[in-house]
């Protein structure tokens, strides 16, 4: 039988002359999953009918271990005493969620819920770096054609975005939406793991097999027996804009959609966070699937409607009564960090244009957000650090958070 062109020979993975990362194996199977995936139009229109890209049967994280496991054997050898699911547990836990209906939802949804790195828990308030980058419609427009511009001053933009990250002293680093060609993934899940630093980016459009996918990119990273790695979580945008549906189609490429709604929620070094798109938040149905069950949601955006999404973002952090940190290209503005309290003292940061691409940071204090949570409003009344919580606050979830429990 013929070996497929994307994966890999027994012989190499028995004989690779050196160790490999977690985040080079996760790549490598999220690579084969969006080469091999194919749809086709329905109904004579220019949309995909489902597509089934990072599904829930052959989970791209689950081959990305096995991988993993087989050429790192020789180099690490097996752990004594551990099974594969248990040697899997130090890298991720993953638990998918069964699909569920919610009531006045437009469709199902399956979430998946990683808890990683949770022996190392921030003892400090986490700093977060939010990427004021001017964004070239240009450049979005070269991705779909599938011809990404990949030039020296563009790579230097990011790499200077990112050093100065680092400089900062930052925990997490985020980018907007199709502000990084898909070519570079690895050069960020590199950087997420030598630096220990979490990174969500929206990626430029991938397009295969005439299909153009707009992903949205988590690193998670950890450290494993002395090593500084990541996890790579990546998934399809659940809702393609107006504007981007016509690119798409004027191109005759047609659009991916999913056979369900997908979202990731993420315990990383106890800190619970959700990144979405920032049209995915239009939907009600969508941005309230983790009331209680969040600390931190991040939104990557390209967005020109500033005061839609802006009274978006403000209903949202206090509806669900979280951060919400939104990441936007410069030119529109609104890059913001928000928390849920009062008009004077909602906005952490908040900023919009300037000629150079540069970085602002801010932190959250999740902690103390968990603790007003806790409180009944008879406790916090005299408090105005944060806006009451919502009548429908969960607070057994808020439990579950201090305990760093899995919610589902």
């Not at 790579?155 to 980018?175: C, F, G, H, I, T």
């Not at 097999?209 to 990273?221: A, K, R, W």
């Not at 410069?330 to 849920?340: A, V």
């Not at 005299?382 to 919580?389: A, E, L, N, Q, S």
């Amino acid at each position: 039988m013929r070996r497929s062109p994307f994966s890999f020979s027994q012989k190499f993975l028995d004989t690779s002359p050196r160790p490999v990362h977690f985040w080079e194996c996760c790549l490598s199977t999220a690579n084969a999953d969006v080469m091999q995936n194919t749809c086709t139009p329905a109904n004579n229109t220019d949309d995909c009918g489902r597509s089934a890209i990072f599904g829930e049967s052959n989970y791209y994280l689950d081959r990305a271990f096995e991988i993993y496991e087989r050429i790192n054997r020789m180099h690490t050898g097996r752990i004594p005493g551990k099974s594969a699911e248990k040697r899997r547990k130090n890298l991720f836990v993953s638990n998918p969620v069964p699909v569920q209906s919610f009531l006045g939802s437009s469709g199902d949804f399956s979430i998946r819920e990683f808890q990683i790195d949770l022996e190392n828990q921030f003892t400090a308030k986490p700093r977060i770096s939010f990427a004021n980058m001017s964004l070239d419609e240009s450049n979005f427009l070269a991705s779909i054609e599938g011809k990404p511009k990949l030039d020296v001053a563009r790579y230097d933009v990011l790499s200077k975005l990112l050093k100065a990250s680092r400089v900062e002293n930052v925990q997490a680093v985020l980018l907007p939406e199709c502000s990084v060609p898909y070519a570079w993934a690895h050069d960020l899940a590199r950087f997420s793991a030598q630096h220990q630093i979490l990174v969500v980016a929206g990626l430029e459009h991938w397009v295969a097999n005439n299909i153009s996918h707009n992903l949205l990119l988590t690193l998670v990273p950890f450290t494993w027996r002395g090593v500084n790695d990541c996890v790579v979580l990546l998934r399809l945008k659940n809702h393609y804009s107006p504007k981007e549906m016509l690119e798409v189609h004027g191109r005759g490429l047609t659009i991916p959609k999913p056979e369900i709604f997908r979202y990731d929620l993420i315990n990383w070094r106890g800190l619970y966070l959700a990144p979405y798109y920032c049209i995915e938040l239009a939907d009600i149905s969508h941005r309230t699937l983790f009331q209680s069950k969040v600390d931190l949601i991040v939104a990557s955006e390209w967005n020109a409607d500033v005061s839609y999404f802006s009274n978006i973002v403000e209903s949202l952090s206090r509806d669900i009564h979280c951060y919400v940190a939104q990441v936007n290209n410069s030119k529109f503005g609104d890059s913001r960090l928000t928390q849920p309290s009062s008009t004077v003292k909602k906005d952490l940061l908040k900023l919009k244009g300037g000629l150079n691409n540069t970085i602002l940071v801010g932190e959250i204090d999740y902690k103390s957000l968990r603790a007003f949570q806790s409180k009944k409003y008879s406790l916090t009344r005299t408090d105005d650090t944060f806006k009451p919580v919502p009548p429908s606050i969960d607070r057994v979830a808020v439990l579950k958070r201090q305990q760093n429990r899995l919610h589902f």
